[in-house]
């Protein structure tokens, strides 16, 4: 997912482009939904809220 950001221009910044790389987006999406935790589209957690599209 990063890699396609980056081609695309999307992430520019070193900084952003390293902390996409650190954080496992699959810790904060719903359990049942974290096979598409790397997808780009916005996902819910297991507490009501939701965890934002990558370019969102």
């Known amino acids: ?22 954080v496992r987006r699959e810790l904060f999406a719903s359990t049942n939904l974290r096979q598409y935790a790397y997808s780009d589209t916005p996902l819910p957690t297991d507490h009501g809220q939701t965890i934002s599209a990558p370019l969102g």
Do not use: C, H, Y
């Open 1 to 22: 997912m990063v890699q396609a950001l980056v081609a695309e221009g999307v992430l520019k910044t070193r900084e952003v482009v390293d902390a996409m790389r650190k």
